[in-house]
Structures are given as C-alpha cells and as structure tokens.
C-alpha cells in the first residue's frame, strides 16, 4: 500500500514531489536497483500520493487526540480551541493545518 510505504520511508509531514522524487532515486540506488526515469517518475508518484494520505492521517489522529483530550465535543468548542487544535497560522492560506 501506498500509506505503508510513505510510513517505511518515514514521513511525517508534507514535502515536495521533488523531494520525493530524490528519496526514491536514492532507495533505488542503495538497492542497487538500475532502473530508468520511468520507473523512477510511477514509483514516486505513488509514494508521494501515499504521503499525503499518510500524512493527513497522521494530522487527523493528533487533532482526535487533542479534542478527546480537551473532553468536550468538537461543536462545543471555541473558535478560538479549534484553531488551537488544527494549528492554523494567521499567515496560513494554503486551506489546511500544519
């Protein structure tokens, strides 16, 4: 699965596909795997899709954790306890948590 593999490499936030890309290049390398751009281009697609899903699974279970911690329901919650827990930025526009 792509989750699993993202989990293997150990990401735990987001990174570029480019950066993706050069892990792959290298775990293909210290198997001493030949293999072509090609190969190289599908296996980091699928791990950088499996990154993202991973990562925001991660995400998810931290903010759960954080809203069983706090012992109220989320709708109960300030705005103010909700940005606390999503860890939303005042300069954060990109739409999701860090």
Do not use: W
């Not at 210290?30 to 980091?44: C, F, G, K, P």
């Amino acid at each position: 699965m792509p989750e699993e593999k993202a989990e293997a490499v150990g990401f735990v936030r987001m990174r570029s596909f480019d950066t993706v890309k050069s892990i792959v290049e290298i775990l293909f390398c210290d198997m001493e795997h030949n293999t072509d751009v090609n190969e190289i281009m599908d296996e980091a697609k699928i791990l950088y899709k499996g990154m993202e899903k991973y990562v925001i699974k991660l995400c998810t279970d931290e903010i759960l954790g954080g809203i069983e911690k706090i012992g109220y329901p989320y709708q109960c919650l300030t705005n103010k306890e909700k940005a606390e827990l999503f860890n939303f930025q005042l300069d954060d526009n990109r739409g999701r948590a860090r």
